[in-house]
């Protein structure tokens, strides 16, 4: 099946201490990109990833790391969290075809929430 | 500054009632035009697909229609049902800056028995 696998699902951390949420896709889709969505301000890009080892900043990417080291994986890096980042997150691929006709996949999401 | 703006923010209609939800956008270049649907909690899901060239496009009960002159769709759903309470996001893609999307913060839409 194909599908957008985020890890975990929901997490409650504490200031400043370091997390990942990993993003996984079997699509063998170039295109990934991570979202954040809050009350209110609808779907963000925090970071986008054309193909490997190829990352560009989106919209808000302050206070986000992401590394693209192998095509199905892109995870997302919150170094020192903070609780402006309390969010709900999407992890999302591209199928190929140009930017004519590529449609996003997403995951189910990974709510984070920072004490 | 690309911006996608939708309307209503909110919606209740009965069970069996039509709708339409409209989103106006300033992007350009313009690519294309999706709606995705949103439940709640999980992830947003391609519902159509709008380019350039096209001014209707029909998924099952939903229909999405564009006027690329005037920047503005619209997504008509008929005959709704109690499944089709979600959040309707509008996305429009640019034709450059690596194929960048601009989301509307969408419509969210409750149908009651």
């Known amino acids: 099946e194909a599908q957008v696998t985020q890890n975990p699902r929901y997490l409650i951390t504490v200031t400043g201490k370091k997390l990942t949420v990993t993003c996984s896709q079997n699509?063998?889709?170039?295109?990934m990109s991570w979202y954040r969505q809050d009350p209110g301000l609808g779907l963000r890009q925090i970071y986008y990833?054309?193909?490997?080892?190829?990352?560009d900043k989106g919209d808000v990417p302050e206070g986000y790391k992401v590394s693209r080291k192998e095509k199905r994986n892109f995870p997302l890096i919150l170094e020192s969290p903070s609780p402006n980042q309390t969010s709900l997150y999407f992890c999302?691929?591209?199928?190929?075809?140009?930017?004519?006709?590529?449609?996003?996949?997403f995951g189910e999401g990974s709510r984070l929430t920072v004490l | 500054k690309n911006q996608v703006e939708q309307s209503p923010q909110s919606l209740i209609i009965l069970e069996g009632k039509n709708c339409t939800l409209q989103?106006?956008?300033?992007?350009?270049?313009?690519?294309?035009l999706r709606w995705y649907k949103q439940d709640t909690g999980r992830g947003p899901v391609s519902l159509t697909i709008?380019?350039?060239?096209?001014n209707t496009k029909s998924n099952g009960r939903y229909t999405a229609t564009l006027d690329a002159d005037t920047k503005q769709s619209s997504l008509h759903i008929t005959a709704s049902q109690l499944s089709d309470s979600a959040s309707y996001i509008c996305?429009?893609?640019?034709?450059?800056?690596?194929?960048?999307?601009?989301f509307g913060d969408g419509t969210t839409l409750t149908v009651k028995p």
């Open positions: 999302a691929s591209r199928t190929p075809g140009g930017v004519n006709t590529g449609e996003l996949f």
């Open positions: 699509m063998n889709h170039e295109y």
């Open positions: 990833s054309m193909n490997v080892e190829v990352t």
């Open positions: 989103c106006n956008y300033t992007v350009s270049p313009f690519s294309n």
């Open positions: 709008m380019t350039f060239s096209e």
């Open positions: 996305v429009v893609t640019s034709n450059t800056n690596a194929g960048k999307s601009t």
